[in-house]
């Protein structure tokens, strides 16, 4: 209906006791799509909550974050057990700022030739930085060498290559003075026919 008038038909007449009226107003299609809806909301919300989780494989190396909590190499004269870092990484340090306590394990392993042996490493690492330097320097007198022994090669087969051109014009020279040889001789013998035949 149109509701245009305030004059309703269903105040006068039950609408329902018609056929078509009992056709349209018992059915109420409008509930299955709200329990329809509800169902789908219901699905979207636990779908939306389920555990989501994805996989990847990798290779790398795994290290922890702190300082602390990762193997630490110390070189110090009484060895010990780091107690407490008051730093993390990377934060800005001043030269003479504390950065970690060392508490001793026990005077008796107190290593006095601790700086001895720093020395002695450091002169290792010094002495294989001068091997290197000598291998750098190596490798560049190989690389010079190399260089002209090519540059002495390329001269070689310029001359090569001059030689075997001053050898084609000599050939050349020589096939023409050959030629001039036999059209002499062939004259030669030609005038000695003819001179024979006249005598």
């Given at each position: 209906?149109?509701?245009?008038?305030?004059?309703k038909?269903?105040?006068?007449?039950?609408?329902?006791?018609?056929?078509?009226?009992?056709?349209?107003?018992?059915?109420?299609?409008?509930?299955?799509?709200?329990?329809?809806?509800?169902?789908?909301?219901?699905?979207?919300?636990?779908?939306?909550?389920?555990?989501?989780?994805?996989?990847?494989?990798?290779?790398?190396?795994?290290?922890?974050?702190?300082?602390?909590?990762?193997?630490?190499?110390?070189?110090?004269?009484?060895?010990?057990?780091?107690?407490?870092?008051?730093?993390?990484?990377?934060?800005?340090?001043?030269?003479?700022?504390?950065?970690?306590?060392?508490?001793?394990?026990?005077?008796?392993?107190?290593?006095?030739?601790?700086?001895?042996?720093?020395?002695?490493?450091?002169?290792?690492?010094?002495?294989?930085?001068?091997?290197?330097?000598?291998?750098?320097?190596?490798?560049?007198?190989?690389?010079?060498?190399?260089?002209?022994?090519?540059?002495?090669?390329?001269?070689?087969?310029?001359?090569k290559?001059?030689?075997?051109?001053?050898?084609?014009?000599?050939d050349?020279?020589?096939?023409?003075a050959?030629?001039?040889?036999?059209?002499?001789?062939?004259?030669?013998?030609?005038?000695t026919?003819?001179?024979k035949?006249?005598?």
């Amino acid at each position: 209906m149109l509701n245009i008038t305030n004059n309703k038909v269903s105040e006068y007449i039950d609408i329902k006791s018609f056929k078509s009226g009992k056709e349209i107003f018992t059915v109420q299609y409008h509930k299955r799509f709200k329990k329809f809806l509800k169902v789908f909301s219901i699905l979207i919300v636990v779908i939306v909550f389920l555990p989501w989780t994805q996989n990847i494989s990798s290779t790398g190396l795994v290290t922890t974050l702190k300082p602390n909590q990762r193997p630490q190499s110390i070189q110090s004269q009484i060895p010990g057990r780091v107690e407490e870092w008051f730093v993390q990484e990377g934060d800005f340090v001043k030269k003479g700022d504390t950065i970690i306590r060392i508490s001793e394990v026990k005077s008796d392993y107190f290593d006095s030739r601790l700086a001895e042996r720093t020395g002695d490493q450091l002169s290792v690492k010094s002495s294989s930085v001068e091997a290197y330097k000598n291998k750098v320097v190596a490798l560049g007198n190989q690389i010079s060498a190399l260089q002209q022994e090519r540059r002495l090669k390329l001269e070689s087969a310029k001359n090569k290559l001059l030689q075997s051109r001053l050898k084609v014009t000599t050939d050349s020279m020589d096939f023409e003075a050959t030629k001039i040889k036999a059209d002499i001789a062939k004259i030669q013998y030609e005038r000695t026919i003819l001179y024979k035949k006249k005598a």
